[in-house]
Structure formats: structure tokens, C-alpha cells
């Protein structure tokens, strides 16, 4: 609110809208307000309002200079100015710890290029793939979830001041002027639009929503790799919880607080658009006070939630021992067999598919055996039952194409498990995040600024008259 009214006081002077001797009276009355004494303040019903309550210190500091400081504009314009300034600092933490665990995930792939575990489709074991695999497609779900918030910002961050109650005003001023000296990045333009739009906080919302949603899957996951039966992971001890009774317990508390909190974090923000949904296009208290906390707790929330997930991950450690294991003794390769069979002898895929189910049948579901028990004389047999006709694959063929490794090792298409694919993806996120992370930097000083040219105008003005 301060800012707002340096910001106008400032464009009213220029605008030769008020004297200046008017505006250096303002301006030290503006500079001399005690922010914090405001803030700690009991709210009595001597005002209706802290703008009241403001405008009433201002008079009783100024004079009645001061009640031209509200020419031109309105609580309006003023208010909806004053929470989009709000959301946008709520925002950029978000993003900077958004980035934080952005790059820690892309740190963690990189340090498990060659990590085979296997994929799960339909909660069942899929084909062999990497850690890192797996991890870089938790980072482009993040990277989409941080370009969603990314584009909120750009339309939260416009300015509303000089709408006034929903017209303008008579007066000459410069809106733009207005938004420069509060580092919105443009206006909105259209006046009604200024004060009745709530898209700006919808947007927020929904961005927020889908990104707690996405995270909150990977927790669940996370959880599970966390079991004794899954072994995937260890967290460390600090983010583990011990019990009072079972000596052997090692509970992953950090994580399903990360579950719980990303959980409520989708409500605070499903919360904001249930509470602009079916009120009227205009200026309203339901998109306001009452609405504006939830917005502002559910970026807060997510924030944190990021910061803590990558901090768990900078001390996780993976049983890559296990993992790898669990792929060797896995049919999950056996995609790859249909392929082999495909190229070596010609088969369509459909009948090459055929053969291979045939044996996973009869093999793993029948007789309960692992794939290590898939011998060249039991796929020749599941061929002649199959397709009528033997096969010509060596045994050195059929166990290259049971080998996880090499199953991972071919798959080096855009997109791939391969380590030279999945590195070069990685190489494209950790530019994408330099260049975000520049993005965020530039964003942050120009606020920063915004407030200390604000201040120094006024100072210079007032230094002025002293001399």
C-alpha cells in the first residue's frame, strides 16, 4: 500500500497534477509512517479500513495536502494493484525453490545414468529402464508446472492503477508511469477489466493445483520405493521418524508430510476458484480479502514443499544393488526379444509378440520360474507351437536380448533410457534452467529496485527543500 502511494504521489507531481511543494509535504509524511507500528496494530472500528486508517495518519502528519494524494484513483484500483504486488513476491519464492529442486533432481540423474531399475506401467513391471530416466521425466514435469507458474506471474504482474473505481479519471494522468515505478511488467488495459478480473489469482490457483498434484504423485511413489518390500531408496535419518514401540522402525515421515501438505495446498487453491466461481464480472469483496489468504498459503505451501524434497534428495540414497537385481530377474526384457525375432528372423511383430507371450506363460504363470530359465530350446519350441516353424537365434543372440542392460543401451531414440540420451537431455535441462534461473534473478533485482528508486525519489525531493 506504501509503495502504491509513493508510486502515484510521484506520477501526480510529474503530471504537474499537484504543486510541488504539495508533493514534498506528502512525500515526507509517506517517508515518516512507521510501517511496523501499522502492521502491529489492533484493529479498533475507528476506521473501516487500513486505507482509511492510512489516509488518516497521512492527514494528521501533511495536512490537508494530503487528501490529494487519492486524486485519480480509487480503493479499487489501489487494492487490486496492492494484491497483485502480493502474489507476485508469493510467486517468485515459489519459482526460486521450484529451481532449487529442479536442479537437484538433474544433479541426482546425473549421478544415475547407469542405475537400471525397472518401469512399472499399470502399477506392473513394465521394461527395464535408468534412475535417471525415470528422474529427468519428474524434472520436465516440474520444468512444465514452473512454466505454467512462469506464465501466471507474466499476467499477475500488470498494473491496475488508473482504472480508478472502473472509468479512469478526468485527470491526465500516466498510468504507465505508475507501473514502471512499481515494476509491473505492462497495464491492463481495459479499466473495467482492471478491477473485475480475477483470472489473475484463478490462474495462480490452477497453476499451483496442477503442480501439487504432479509433485504429490511422485511422493506416493517415493513412499514406495521407501519399503522394505520395494528396497528402492533410503532416506536419511533426519527425515525419518523412529517409533516408540518397534525398535526396527524407520519411517519416511518427510515424505508423507510432502503427500499431506501438497494435498492441501490443491485445496487452498481449489478453494480460490471455487470462490470466484458464479459471482458477477465487477468489483467484489469475494475475489478480496477472504480470498486472497488461501492463494497466498497454497504458494507458501508449495515453497516449502519443494524446499524440503530437495533437500531429502540431496542425502537419498538408492540400493542400486537391488534395483538391478530385480531387472535381471525380471521378464520386463522380453520387449526386446519380440524384437530380436522381428529382426533376426523376419517374424511381424504381432507373431513375433505371440511367441514370446506364449513362452512368459508357460514359463513364468504355469511352472512360476524367472526369466533366467528362458532357454533357446524353450523359445524354438514356443515357436513351433506358435507359428509352426523353429527359429535360428543363437544363444548368445537370446541372452543379449534378455540383458536389461542391453535392452536400456539400444533404446537411444529422442526421449530414450539410454545414458548418452538421457545425458543429453540432462544437458538441455540444466541450460534451460540457467537460462530461468537468470530469468528469476532479473525478476527479483527489479522489484528490489523498485522499492529504493521509490524511496530515493521522494528523499531527493525532500533534500531539495533542506538546501
Not at 235 to 259: G, L
Not at 307 to 326: G, Q, Y
Not at 336 to 349: C, H, M, Q, S, W
Not at 362 to 367: A, H, L, S
Request: hydrophobic share 45%.
Amino acid at each position: 500500500m506504501i509503495a502504491v502511494n509513493k508510486a502515484h504521489l510521484i506520477m501526480l507531481s510529474e503530471q504537474r497534477l499537484i504543486s510541488g511543494q504539495q508533493a514534498r509535504t506528502i512525500a515526507q509524511a509517506l517517508l515518516g509512517l512507521d510501517c511496523e507500528k501499522l502492521r502491529s496494530r489492533r484493529y479498533t472500528g475507528q476506521f473501516e479500513d487500513l486505507f482509511f486508517e492510512v489516509e488518516h495518519d497521512l492527514l494528521e502528519s501533511a495536512g490537508e495536502p494530503a487528501g490529494n494524494l487519492h486524486l485519480a484513483r480509487s480503493r479499487n484500483d489501489m487494492g487490486i494493484a496492492i494484491y497483485r504486488i502480493v502474489l507476485r513476491g508469493k510467486l517468485l519464492g515459489a519459482l526460486e525453490s521450484a529451481f532449487d529442486l529442479r536442479q537437484r533432481l538433474i544433479e541426482f540423474a546425473g549421478e544415475h545414468v547407469e542405475t537400471l531399475m525397472l518401469g512399472y506401467t499399470h502399477t506392473q513391471q513394465a521394461q527395464p529402464t535408468t534412475m535417471a530416466h525415470y528422474i529427468a521425466a519428474v524434472s520436465d514435469s516440474l520444468t512444465r508446472d514452473i512454466r505454467r507458474l512462469k506464465s501466471a506471474y507474466a499476467n499477475c504482474n500488470r498494473s491496475s492503477m488508473g482504472a480508478a473505481a472502473l472509468t479512469t479519471s478526468g485527470f491526465s494522468i500516466d498510468r504507465a508511469r505508475v507501473a514502471e515505478l512499481l515494476a509491473f511488467d505492462g497495464l491492463i488495459e481495459n479499466a473495467y477489466d482492471a478491477v473485475s478480473g480475477a483470472d489473475y489469482v484463478g490462474e495462480i490457483a490452477t497453476a499451483v493445483s496442477l503442480a501439487a498434484v504432479n509433485m504429490g504423485r511422485f511422493a506416493q511413489e517415493l513412499l514406495l520405493w521407501s519399503s522394505q518390500e520395494f528396497a528402492a531408496i533410503r532416506v536419511a535419518a533426519p527425515y525419518v521418524q523412529i517409533s516408540s514401540i518397534m525398535p526396527q522402525k524407520r519411517n519416511p515421515v518427510s515424505i508423507e508430510h510432502i503427500r499431506s501438505l501438497l494435498s492441501s495446498c490443491a485445496g487452498d487453491a481449489g478453494t480460490v476458484l471455487a470462490m470466484i466461481h458464479n459471482t458477477p464480472f465487477g468489483d467484489i469483496v469475494d475475489t478480496e480479502d477472504d480470498l486472497q489468504p488461501y492463494a497466498w498459503k497454497s504458494l507458501r505451501t508449495l515453497e516449502s514443499v519443494y524446499r524440503l524434497l530437495a533437500r531429502i534428495f540431496a542425502s537419498l540414497e538408492v540400493n542400486k544393488d537391488e534395483l538391478r537385481a530385480r531387472a535381471e530377474r525380471s521378464f520386463a526384457t522380453v520387449t526386446e526379444l519380440a524384437d530380436t525375432l522381428v529382426r533376426k528372423e523376419g517374424l511381424t511383430f504381432r507373431s513375433a509378440h505371440k511367441v514370446v507371450a506364449r513362452l512368459v506363460r508357460k514359463i513364468g504363470e504355469e511352472e512360476g520360474l524367472t526369466v533366467r530359465d528362458l532357454t533357446l530350446e524353450r523359445l524354438k519350441e514356443a515357436a513351433r507351437s506358435t507359428i509352426g516353424r523353429s527359429i535360428g537365434l543363437s544363444g548368445e543372440e537370446l541372452a543379449e536380448a534378455l540383458d536389461p542392460v542391453y535392452f536400456v543401451a539400444v533404446r537411444k531414440l529422442l526421449g530414450g533410457p539410454s545414458p548418452q540420451e538421457v545425458k543429453r537431455a540432462l544437458a538441455v535441462q540444466t541450460e534451460r534452467s540457467a537460462t530461468e534461473q537468470a530469468w528469476l534473478s532479473q525478476k527479483k533485482e527489479r522489484l528490489i529496485r523498485a522499492n529504493t528508486v521509490l524511496d530515493d525519489i521522494l528523499g531527493d525531493w525532500i533534500r531539495s527543500t533542506d538546501s
